[in-house]
């Protein structure tokens, strides 16, 4: 039933059947696919670079994966594991903040608008300006 013919290639093969009043031939179909390039080294250190970018420090990444791993063997349910993760990761992006305002060593907001308020001798919220009442 398989056969060749003599113009194609070995590779390529066909099926015939053949029925009373018909004929049926069956062939491979001859895909040709592109030819994908080979990343050199230097785009595989900068596809590295980037996605290691994205990611938090090792640390972090072991506290996230220990949570992981407590929540996957149900030691903790997963929301209690989502909270404690998200948590952590609002605390550590507020560290971050106040490490970089402590670098440019500003006045705090609160201490800049009472001392604002005193010039302009204002009251504060239920109070009465210089001590009148």
Not at 10 to 35: I, Q
Not at 57 to 86: M, N, S
């Amino acid at each position: 039933m398989t056969s060749t013919t003599p113009g194609q290639q070995a590779k390529s093969r066909t099926a015939t059947v053949n029925l009373p009043f018909v004929r049926a031939e069956f062939r491979t179909p001859d895909v040709h696919l592109p030819k994908i390039p080979v990343p050199d080294r230097d785009e595989v250190n900068a596809a590295l670079h980037t996605a290691r970018s994205f990611l938090p420090p090792p640390r972090q990444l072991a506290y996230f994966g220990g949570l992981g791993l407590l929540a996957a063997v149900e030691l903790i349910e997963w929301p209690v594991a989502v909270a404690i993760g998200v948590g952590a990761a609002v605390v550590g992006r507020g560290k971050g903040d106040q490490k970089q305002q402590g670098d440019q060593k500003q006045i705090p907001a609160p201490a800049a608008a009472t001392s604002a308020r005193a010039r302009a001798g204002t009251p504060k919220k239920g109070g009465t300006a210089r001590g009148n009442s």
